[in-house]
């Protein structure tokens, strides 16, 4: 169903005025059929498995993050649309050959994976006993017992957004307490031995101490075992390290407005992917979820009044990089830009948006989920943010929205463990 999310942006980029949306519903129906029933259907999941089957995972600064812009610079032009690269300089960090093992009070290997911009261990590793906690508060309580210890957090689940400050900001607080590394459990309400990378942030004026997740049930382990007084020791081996900046690009692909071509409304999804999965949820579909929607719009000879521009971003994953650089180089155009979308929360079935703007945006965008009670997706939820438009956002750039999935509680488990859990990805 992601063709249907797609309707979503081509009716909102299509509309002037709250008054007209509901002359749009012979559009809305035209764009729904092509792309639920019509030749389009499915296109978006066929463009998705042919570019994660050729290009594979695609983390910053790796020659195959090259390949896939590469690779959709000649697709999107073969597609007849207008596109073009814009320069960026992004991290590029290396994982590297790493390991973790238990070695007291028994031998067992721990599934982990180490976190982006992680220094790495002296090449013999580092043999430390551990310190199980379950809150940054706990660490501070425990703050005399860290020093020379490997901290392992083996925080709750909560949600992800709040949950997360522990992969982001774990290491620099076990530092302060004279940590060597840590241990994260990955951020997951659900694991079958899977650990997650992702990026993390060491704080400035704080030692960098190695970083790594391991799985919710080796968090839990060490946690039983930690409770019952027993002493854990495990040595942590990691080659990670940081390389140069590397040169890299934001791909642009646009169909210019016949009335207002300054004046753009841009979709969006990220290009890169972490460096152990192929990267199709997080966030191929999204990318080609961005694409689609230039794609039936030029099938079906619509003509936008306003230029509907599709960036691709690099180096999302370490922070919304290439995203940021585009809104460096394009601030001073801010009051051309009508609205900006994002897609990184999945491609299944579609049943809400999510919106942020002035209460006047938000009555047009009231009138434009109307058009789309065929499929069902007529709930207007709050806060539209999104990594790679939160500058846009902050800016006060009228009108934008990015999109909200909900599941069926089956459903929903799928697409947790394909996005942030079953693959390896953050």
Known sequence: ME?????????????????????????????????VFGAAQNRSYRRLADFTDAIGSRVSGSQSLEMAIKYMHNAMSQDGLDVHLEPVKIPHWVRGKESAEMIMPRSKNLAMLGLGSSVGTPPEGIKAEVLVVQSFDELKLRASEAAGKIVVFNQPFVSYGETVAYRAFGASEAAKVGAVATLIRSITPFSVNSPHTGWQDYQAGVNRIPTACITVEDAELMWRLAQRGQKIVVRLTMEAKTLPDADSFNTVAEIKGWEHPEQVVLLSGHLDSWDVGQGAMDDGGGAMISWEVLSLIKDLGLRPRRTLRTVLWTAEEQGGVGAQQYFNLHKVNLNNFDLVMESDLGTFTPVALQFTGSDAARKVMEEVVKLLAPINTTKLESHGEGTDISPW??????????????????????????????????
């Open 3 to 35: 063709n249907a999310y797609i309707v979503v942006f081509v009716c909102f980029c299509m509309k002037d005025t709250a008054a007209e949306v509901a002359g749009y519903a012979d559009v809305a129906k035209r764009i729904i059929d092509l792309a």
């Open 393 to 426: 956002l902050e800016a006060g750039v009228p009108g934008r929205v990015s999109c909200l999935i909900e599941f069926s509680m089956m459903q929903q488990q799928f697409v947790q463990t394909s996005n942030q859990k079953w693959f390896p990805c953050g």
